[in-house]
């Protein structure tokens, strides 16, 4: 496949929360690319940091929670050391964001299309209403929503329906990379699969960066490229999705994959991992997931193992990954 | 096997508010949840009941246990009729037909430490002395892997983490040794990995604890795995029930075929382009007439609108209701 450019990079990036019993270190030296029209899933389970990485991007953090290291650049700038002004045109101009729940991100007494116009103007106030109202027409279609959905309000539109709105919000714009942190958790099945489906079109149509993080291994497998496995504030292991799927390096990976059912296979028994993740204000020595692992070693529990290239393109932070055996 | 359960043609409507105009014209509009469902549950066995939000699953589940009243309908559980027993007969049929629901903590009250709450519907039943109970409850819970369990007997719900909370919810609902367990979507709040270790759990208990299950889910992967039968509903209504081998090779109705290639498989090399029906679930407020599917169906007929399809034996235990059949 062709080397195409980085857009988005994250470098070294570390995120605390300081609560009363200490400090919750809930992403610890991450580094990630996205290259220019990639699809990379970030995948883990509640706690390990995923959604806080995604917020980060956008410089979203809440406060107490605070970037404590490194970088994040987006064709080059900055973000974390852009002013408020800036960062208002890069979200949703360059970077735009959907979230779990459309019915919290939508305001119920807008209605559709107050909500597309608002964001339109927010960011070019220039902008006559009537060719406004065309962009907007156009985005419907392409989200395949009926044009008398537009005078409707949230309430009135169904589950599926709302993502869509969502999406199309994200994309007017005409942004270079979405974010999408589980966008599809709160819809049905035939819903998400239908949902899956345009956003692989909408990939195309806006020539998209995409970062989807979710739980979900069977819809990262659907859409994503590349694969970012998260666990308790760290990336265990970076690969392409085949690789990931095929041949998983990091114990972790390999547990999250054989503990899904999988609706193709006969499985007898799920494999299954005993224990929780670790508490993030005193997390153990070493590697975290050690605690975990079917295959711990005595150096596991003293020394954390790098995220190293263990083959081109696949990285994974386990000191067993560099063994040939 | 003898037939421990057996539902025949349920109905559930749930009137709405209505204006005095529609109380005095007798026009008052309902929610038809359930509509003329029937299905019996072998000893032993596990029933999956699978379909999208709104499909009257969980009402079906309720009813089972009369935790809702049937409109019309009967239930029978060992051959008696549940639907006509008195509340003391009720009462003793509550200690052996339990069910659990979804999310762990709504289920629990968070004033009631573990212990407590485990023992307290033995002292509803009166079952056992105060040392019994004890004893009891503590060789439950390492049965269901809330060990060590005299250290976690103390512990209070916001104590626990999810998959444990979940646990204790299924050692009250199994504490006064019941056959019959209604499962309402257990594993549905859980993290992925807490999700496989509850499946394995529920698997081990209805093996060493001889329990017959109805297993309510939405993911039809998860019901492959854990079930014997599986039904699937929409709208109120059972489309489709079979042997699971029998369903998940050889789906005959179109809703069961279009939900199982919604269902996203964690693998990259399984992606595909697929035939969705298009919409979403309509409400059950005014279902459409005939097959409620065929707004849907991209095979329905002028036909389909006319009349329901019956539920009809393709094959040996195996139903379906199309008429394509």
Partial sequence: ?325 | MATLIRARDLVKDFPLQGTIFDVFFRDRKAVHAVDGVSFSIAEGEVLGLAGESGSGKSTTGRLLLRLQEPTSGSVEYRGRDVTSMSARELAALRARAQIVFQDPNSSLSPRMSVGQAITHPLSIHRIGTPKDRKERVLDLMEKVGLSPAEFLYHKYPHQLSGGQSQRVVIARALVTTPDFLVADEPIAMADVSVRALILQLMRQLKQDLGLTYLFITHDLATAKYLCDRVAVMYLGRIVEIAPRDELFARAHHPYTTALLAAVPVPDPDARRDKKLPTGEIPSAIDPPPGCHFHPRCPLAMPKCREARPPLREVSPGHFSACILD
């Avoid at chain 1, 589950?159 to 007017?172: K, S």
């Avoid at chain 1, 956003?199 to 970062?211: F, K, N």
Wanted: aromatic share 4%.
């Fill in chain 1, 1 to 325: 496949m062709e080397r195409r450019e980085t857009i988005l990079s994250v470098r070294n990036i570390s995120i605390e929360y300081p609560i009363s019993i200490g400090v919750v270190k809930a992403v610890e030296d991450v580094s990630l690319t996205l290259d220019d029209g990639e699809a990379l899933g970030l995948v883990g389970e509640s706690g390990c940091g995923k959604s806080t990485l995604g917020l980060s991007l956008l410089k979203l953090l809440r406060p107490p929670g605070r970037v404590t290291g490194g970088q994040l650049l987006y064709r080059g700038t900055d973000i974390l050391g852009l002013g408020n002004h800036e960062l208002l045109s890069l979200r949703g101009r360059n970077i735009a964001m959907i979230f779990q729940n459309p019915l919290t991100s939508l305001n119920p007494l807008f209605t559709v299309r107050s909500h597309f116009l608002e964001t339109i103007h927010f960011h070019d106030p220039s902008m006559p209403t009537a060719r406004a109202t065309e962009a907007v027409e156009k985005m419907l279609a392409t989200l395949g929503i009926e044009r008398k959905r537009l005078t409707e309000y949230p309430h009135q539109l169904s589950g599926g329906m709302r993502q869509r709105i969502m999406i199309g919000l994200a994309l007017i714009m005409n942004p270079d990379i979405l974010i999408a942190d589980e966008p599809t958790t709160s819809l049905d099945v035939i819903v998400e699969a239908g949902f899956t489906q345009l956003l692989a079109d909408l990939r195309r149509l806006y020539r998209l960066s995409i970062i989807l993080i979710t739980h979900n291994l069977g819809l990262v497998a659907e859409i994503a490229d590349r694969i970012a496995v998260m666990y308790a504030g760290k990336l265990m292991e970076v690969a392409s999705a085949r690789e990931i799927f095929s041949r998983p390096l990091h114990p972790y990976t390999q547990g999250l994959i054989s503990c899904v059912p999988n609706i193709r296979l006969e499985q007898k028994e799920l494999v299954t991992m005993p224990g929780s993740p670790p508490n993030l204000a005193a997390p153990p020595a070493g590697c975290r997931f050690a605690p975990r692992c079917p295959k711990v070693m005595p150096i596991c529990r003293e020394k954390a193992p790098a995220l190293i290239e263990h083959e081109p393109g696949h990285s994974a932070a386990c000191w067993l990954s560099g063994r040939k055996d």
